[in-house]
């Protein structure tokens, strides 16, 4: 089963990181790739269970189940219910560690997927691994906008 991990420190607390990343059908705001979200079915968002309904930028529809959260190990766990991608069982895992002494956080995002055609595996990490640096890199600009307002005000 391939796999993606990526881990890297974003300059915020590790409360501020997570306050983001638990408003799973927020993502729009912070994810260059996608254009607009919503929770389906009128479902609290950050509930688990709920589905949340991504259309990206190129028009593809994408669709995610939130499968856990963790407000205490700041983790949270989602999969695909619907993507354009010919792969199977994707399941998405974010886990934040506070950086002691610091305004930083260790953020780890891994993701497992099956392919149903194996010979593409180090094409489809490659993607998945683009769509989670540029997902990080948005979320750090979101952060450091948020943080640059704080101080202004």
């Not at 607009?36 to 709920?50: A, K, N, W």
């Not at 930083?104 to 593409?120: D, G």
């Amino acid at each position: 089963m391939p796999m993606v991990e990526y881990s890297a420190v974003l300059e915020a607390q590790a409360e501020q990181v997570w306050d983001v990343l638990k408003q799973f059908g927020e993502i729009q705001k912070w994810h260059p790739s996608i254009a607009i979200s919503v929770i389906e079915d009128e479902m609290p968002d950050g509930l688990t269970g709920c589905v949340r309904q991504l259309i990206l930028a190129d028009g593809a529809v994408v669709r995610e189940r939130l499968l856990s959260v963790d407000d205490r190990r700041l983790t949270l766990s989602y999969r695909f219910e619907e993507a354009p991608l010919p792969l199977d069982n994707y399941v998405a895992t974010v886990r934040l560690v506070a950086v002691s002494d610091t305004n930083q956080t260790l953020v780890t995002w891994t993701a497992s997927f099956e392919l149903r055609e194996p010979s593409t595996a180090e094409h489809y990490q490659a993607l998945i691994r683009s769509l989670i640096v540029d997902g990080h890199k948005g979320l750090q600009g979101l952060l450091a906008l948020s943080n640059r307002l704080v101080k202004a005000s």
